[in-house]
Nanobody, 121 residues
Framework: QVQLVESGGGLAQAGGSLELSCAAS????????MGWYRQARGNEREYVAT???????SYGESVQGRFLISRDNAKNTVYLEMNNLRPEDTGVYYC???????????????WGEGTLVTVSS
């Protein structure tokens, strides 16, 4: 089976930076799009950013210009560099990925368990 494990969450000051990572492991033939969502306490899950296999990136409006998504194909890992953090960036960040598990298999979406980011004012 495929697993996604996030890391890098923690405490940060407003205006500071953090970098999250998410590594995919298990039965993997190829990793297509990878991305991040977040969920603040009491709110619904919000789109943050995605990056495709051709390195095309997309960002949610609230993080555009501040966050940078990247990937390391050799490690099946996606990163999220978060700059100029704001208190409203606080939440649990979830990794997701579209993965093909074999050469002739299906391409499915997978989710990590999440990592908590807390930004102080």
């Amino acid at each position: 089976q495929v697993q996604l494990v996030e890391s890098g969450g923690g405490l940060a000051q407003a205006g500071g930076s953090l970098e999250l990572s998410c590594a995919a492991s298990g039965s993997i033939f190829s990793v297509h799009a990878m991305g991040w969502y977040r969920q603040a306490r009491g709110n619904e899950r919000e789109y943050v950013a995605t990056i495709t296999s051709d390195t095309s990136s997309s960002y949610g409006e609230s993080v555009q210009g501040r966050f940078l998504i990247s990937r390391d194909n050799a490690k099946n890992t996606v990163y999220l560099e978060m700059n100029n953090l704001r208190p409203e960036d606080t939440g649990v960040y979830y990794c997701n990925a579209r993965i093909r598990s074999s050469s002739d298999g299906e391409t499915l979406d997978y989710w990590g368990e999440g990592t908590l980011v807390t930004v102080s004012s």
